[in-house]
């Protein structure tokens, strides 16, 4: 089981050097790098913003960072993405990381119901972690699928 936190200051260079990775850029639903200033404009206000929950999954053993998984809240619904750090890849730990972090969300945002991913057809990966957990695909288009979970108050994702 990993371990689960809020993120920190302190993983706002960690969050920024993962996002410039090239294979999440690739993945990622904007695929520009990111500058600096800007990361740390968007991660501090990410923060402070009662409306997001940015949370860091860390490995139950050696406590390294495995992912940042964030929540954006509205109303009874949240979109959730997940960054795997680049180290981390094809150890299996995303599925673990979403488990635990929607049930981390579900204990400061129990009035939330559904909880959506967009994820790109190329990206195989997280399509099999979040089905894996219990996302269902709801529709597509060109560009993406979209997957939702349904939170019930006392459930646990698979």
């Given at each position: 089981?990993?371990?689960?936190?809020?993120?920190?200051?302190?993983?706002?260079?960690?969050?920024?050097?993962?996002?410039n990775d090239?294979?999440?850029?690739?993945?990622?639903?904007?695929?520009?790098?990111?500058?600096?200033?800007?990361?740390?404009?968007?991660?501090?206000?990410?923060?402070?913003?009662?409306?997001?929950?940015?949370l860091i999954?860390?490995?139950?053993?050696?406590?390294?960072?495995?992912?940042?998984?964030?929540?954006?809240?509205?109303?009874?619904?949240?979109?959730?993405?997940?960054?795997?750090?680049?180290?981390?890849?094809?150890?299996?730990?995303?599925?673990?990381?979403?488990?635990?972090?929607?049930?981390?969300?579900?204990?400061?945002?129990?009035?939330?119901?559904?909880?959506?991913?967009?994820?790109?057809?190329?990206?195989?990966?997280?399509?099999?972690?979040?089905?894996?957990?219990?996302?269902?695909?709801?529709?597509?288009?060109?560009?993406?699928?979209?997957?939702?979970?349904?939170?019930?108050?006392?459930?646990?994702?698979?």
């Amino acid at each position: 089981m990993p371990n689960i936190r809020k993120a920190t200051e302190d993983d706002s260079k960690d969050i920024f050097d993962w996002r410039n990775d090239e294979l999440t850029r690739r993945l990622s639903q904007i695929t520009d790098l990111v500058e600096w200033d800007g990361h740390s404009v968007w991660f501090n206000e990410s923060l402070s913003n009662t409306k997001r929950l940015l949370l860091i999954c860390e490995d139950e053993i050696t406590d390294e960072k495995v992912s940042i998984v964030r929540f954006d809240i509205e109303d009874k619904r949240a979109l959730i993405s997940i960054n795997l750090s680049p180290k981390m890849r094809g150890k299996r730990k995303a599925k673990g990381c979403l488990r635990d972090a929607i049930s981390f969300f579900q204990k400061y945002f129990s009035g939330v119901r559904f909880i959506d991913a967009k994820i790109k057809p190329t990206n195989i990966p997280s399509q099999k972690s979040f089905i894996g957990v219990g996302f269902v695909m709801v529709k597509e288009d060109a560009d993406f699928l979209y997957y939702e979970y349904v939170l019930c108050n006392n459930s646990k994702p698979k």
